[in-house]
T-cell receptor, first 114, second 114 residues
Framework: AQSVSQHNHHVILSEAASLELGCNYS??????LFWYVQYPGQHLQLLLK??????LVKGIKGFEAEFIKSKFSFNLRKPSVQWSDTAEYFC????????????FGKGTSLLVTP | ETGVTQSPTHLIKTRGQQVTLRCSSQ?????VSWYQQALGQGPQFIFQ???????GRGNFPPRFSGLQFPNYSSELNVNALELDDSALYLC?????????????FGPGTRLTVL
């Protein structure tokens, strides 16, 4: 069965620090990859997505992610975090041949301190 | 453009009861997916409805059932509630039943089973 692993459950950073959140998945076929974010009191919203092409994907608010097929990874990065990036971050994978379901990781809670 | 809405916001039920949760999809979307998010976990796919038909189902028992109406709004019904059904239930709408069309999430319904 497909699984999605997020290595860091809780991350605390100071403003201006660099961020990298790990995501690995177990599926050998074609995949579509997503990072979602949930700010306190708000809905889940899409940060970025990868379907094909350039494995370095840029999303909203300065976030980017790199798909490394050989490592089954899709890590999220931001060079310099802000207090407003405090949120829960979820990696999600869709198996290209199953079409519909998003399989989510357990999430990483990020706290950015001033 | 109206986003995804869900009702009710919160609900408290006792074991053995039945519950119905409702979701209105974003304008123009014909696909609704339902997810269960237990505390400290990522969302888990329950099922998806595309043009009033169930389009795929996750690993949930038959007591979880759903409907989609001609206006593409949807209901999630859970019979014989168990304590473990306590969770945040998320609805997401998208276009044409494929996960590579972005899924837009609603705020969720918090269900507590006592």
């Amino acid at each position: 069965a497909q699984s999605v692993s997020q290595h860091n459950h809780h991350v605390i950073l100071s403003e201006a620090a660099s961020l990298e959140l790990g995501c690995n998945y177990s599926y050998g076929g074609t995949v579509n990859l997503f990072w979602y974010v949930q700010y306190p009191g708000q809905h889940l919203q899409l940060l970025l997505k990868y379907f094909s092409g350039d494995p370095l994907v840029k999303g909203i608010k300065g976030f980017e992610a790199e798909f490394i097929k050989s490592k089954f990874s899709f890590n999220l990065r931001k060079p310099s975090v802000q207090w407003s990036d405090t949120a829960e971050y979820f990696c999600a994978v869709n198996a290209g041949d199953s079409g519909y379901a998003l399989n989510f990781g357990k999430g990483t809670s990020l706290l950015v301190t001033p | 453009e109206t986003g995804v809405t869900q009702s009710p916001t919160h609900l408290i039920k006792t074991r053995g009861q039945q519950v119905t949760l409702r979701c209105s999809s974003q304008s123009g979307h014909n696909t609704v997916s339902w997810y269960q998010q237990a505390l400290g976990q990522g969302p888990q796919f329950i099922f998806q409805y595309y043009r009033e038909e169930e389009n795929g189902r996750g690993n949930f028992p038959p007591r979880f059932s759903g409907l989609q109406f001609p206006n593409y709004s949807s209901e999630l019904n859970v019979n014989a509630l168990e304590l473990d059904d306590s969770a945040l239930y998320l609805c997401a709408s998208s276009l044409d039943g494929w996960a590579n069309n972005e899924q837009f999430f609603g705020p969720g319904t918090r269900l507590t089973v006592l």
